[in-house]
């Protein structure tokens, strides 16, 4: 994640959450993990069971 900007900065640019109020978007912030994948690096395996989800 660059550090130019927040996480609650990059979920404001996510189509899925636009509808959430300030408070809402940043409960998601307070409930979530920002991590940098780089190019061509696997961070989801289809036949691995998942809980949860990459924006």
Known sequence: MAA???K????E???????LDG???QRVADHTVASTA???QYI????Q?????FF
Do not use: A, M, R
């Open 4 to 6: 130019s900007h927040s």
């Open 8 to 11: 609650l900065w990059y979920l």
């Open 13 to 19: 640019q996510v189509d899925l959450l636009k509808g």
């Open 23 to 25: 408070e809402h978007l």
């Open 38 to 40: 780089h190019k061509d």
């Open 44 to 47: 989801w395996f289809p036949e």
């Open 49 to 53: 069971p998942s809980n949860v989800i």
